[in-house]
């Protein structure tokens, strides 16, 4: 073993599917609604994130039918130009599941200390 003690940690994702499998709601559509509340628009959000403004435009798309709500306000185009702001029901979803998957993480990270005690790599004290 080297003298150099290696730590370890658990991962986990979580999302929410519904009763067919299909994704509602995720990390992934959490980055899409911040990136569209900071950049005001579904075009600048894609660019942001590398993705096409299809794939973003798909996603937000599906989560909106399949939650039956609007994610988002549009504004079409105009002298103005277009741009999205976040619905009041997507804010208050963000912060709904950012709660949740911190609770999951917490919890997770409760139980690898509880069943790895001491950690996978670290000796036992004698």
């Known amino acids: 073993m ?15 599917e519904d009763d067919s499998g299909s994704v509602v709601f995720g990390l992934g ?3 899409i609604l911040e990136a569209i509340q900071r950049r005001g628009s579904i075009h600048a959000a894609a660019k ?6 299809r794939g973003v435009w798909g996603r937000i798309k599906a989560t ?14 105009g002298a103005a130009g277009g741009g999205s702001r976040l619905t009041s029901f997507a804010e208050a979803l963000i912060q709904q ?17 509880s069943a790895f005690e ?4 670290k000796p036992r004290n004698s």
């Open 29 to 31: 559509r959490v980055k």
């Open 97 to 113: 599941f950012d709660e949740l998957h911190r609770g999951v993480v917490h919890e997770a990270d409760r139980l690898f200390e």
């Open 48 to 53: 942001e994130l590398g993705m096409s403004y």
């Open 64 to 77: 909106e039918e399949r939650l039956g709500r609007p994610l988002l306000v549009r504004n079409i185009g």
């Open 118 to 121: 001491p950690a996978p790599g």
């Open 2 to 16: 080297s003298d150099t003690a290696k730590t370890y940690c658990i991962r986990s994702k979580v999302w929410i």
